[in-house]
Nanobody, 117 residues
């Protein structure tokens, strides 16, 4: 059973930074590509950043240059460093595998990020 636990969200002023963490269960975490997604009430969950089993990354245009995804396979954890935060980044943030996201399974509880002055 795959499980993800997100943490690190909070309230931050525009221009601030946060670092999100996603702890994953399973000893084979290291072979999976991972992604970060976010959802605003009333809207569909959207992809924002992905990392393969190595170090190759990709980002949505809306966060490119501001957010950085990384992973530590020894800790079964994927991170999202968020800099230069904007009010429009306010959302609940989730991690998942790309397949899990496509099949709409394995979602955790997410972590709330609120950017406001």
């Amino acid at each position: 059973q795959v499980q993800f636990v997100e943490s690190g969200g909070g309230f931050v002023q525009p221009g601030g930074s946060l670092r999100l963490s996603c702890a994953a269960s399973g000893s084979i975490f290291r072979i999976y590509a991972m992604g970060w997604y976010r959802q605003v009430p009333g809207k569909q969950r959207e992809f924002i950043a992905g990392i393969d089993s190595g170090v190759s990354t990709n980002y949505a245009d809306s966060v490119k240059g501001r957010f950085t995804i990384s992973r530590d396979n020894s800790k079964n954890t994927v991170y999202l460093q968020m800099n230069s935060l904007k009010p429009e980044d306010t959302a609940v943030y989730y991690c998942n595998t790309p397949l899990g996201a496509t099949k709409n399974v394995y979602w955790g509880q997410g972590t709330q990020v609120t950017v406001s002055s």
